[in-house]
């Protein structure tokens, strides 16, 4: 057990459905990052969080959005599904990120 | 943007075989990070080497940043079956409270007993 945790474990939707994917840093850790994990594309970043503030933003699409609320943890909202979203999503927290940063387990999202 | 090219993109040795993986990039970063990713699992961080020219061991693993600070390699000594999964380099810009790992395509490693 990393300390990060990922809920829901697996999510099956529809076509442009929407949902929301959920982290739970490890105690401690400041910052929440979002990845997404597809076959070809490999580990891309999506967005950071730090302390409740938006501080990096990736390679999100503006029909993805993500926040990180007081308690810390963080919730990334993917809208108007489509087919080509199918991935797994993982999220890592750190304290300062300067020395890496540490996985939840991950939300396999399959869209049909 | 920022690109890490990893390779191999695959090997397939034998038990106890050494092993080498290497990255590089277009750019310059200040911290290399080496994870190791199980199937239906998240990336699991092995090493971090934050100084250029730096080597750094962990049990049978052991990486070292480039000097140029644009790449860095992998060795695992004396393979074991554990050792299968995908390995990802990733490099790491840090500052101010933020930063985002960049993450190279990964090296799938298979073990044959």
């Known amino acids: 057990d990393s300390g990060v945790t990922q809920t829901p474990k697996h999510l099956i939707t529809a076509t442009g459905q929407r949902v929301t994917l959920r982290c739970s840093p490890r105690?401690?850790?400041?910052?929440v990052y979002w990845y997404q994990q597809s076959l070809d594309q490999g580990l891309q970043f999506l967005i950071q969080y730090y302390n409740g503030e938006e501080r990096a933003k990736g390679n999100i699409l503006e029909r993805f959005s993500a926040q990180q609320f007081p308690d810390l943890h963080s919730e990334l909202n993917l809208s108007s599904l489509e087919l080509g979203d199918s991935a797994l999503y993982f999220c890592?927290?750190?304290?300062?990120?300067?020395?890496?940063?540490?996985f939840g387990s991950g939300t396999r999202l399959t869209v049909v | 943007g920022q690109q890490l090219n990893q390779s191999p993109q695959s090997m397939f040795i034998q038990e106890g075989e050494d092993v080498s993986m290497n990255c590089t990039s277009s750019?310059?970063?200040?911290?290399w990070l080496w994870y190791k990713q199980d199937p239906g699992e998240g990336p699991v961080l092995l090493i971090a080497l934050y100084k250029a020219g730096e080597l750094t061991s962990n049990g049978r693993l052991t990486a070292q940043f480039g000097i140029t600070r644009k790449d860095s390699f992998l060795n695992i000594s004396a393979s074991i079956p554990s050792d299968v999964g995908i390995y990802f380099c990733?490099?790491?810009?840090?500052?101010?409270?933020?930063?985002?790992?960049?993450f190279g395509k990964g090296t799938k490693l298979s073990v044959k007993p």
């Open positions: 750019s310059i970063f200040n911290t």
């Open positions: 990733a490099g790491l810009n840090y500052g101010g409270s933020q930063g985002n790992l960049i």
């Open positions: 890592a927290s750190s304290v300062t990120g300067a020395s890496g940063y540490t």
């Open positions: 105690s401690g850790d400041l910052s």
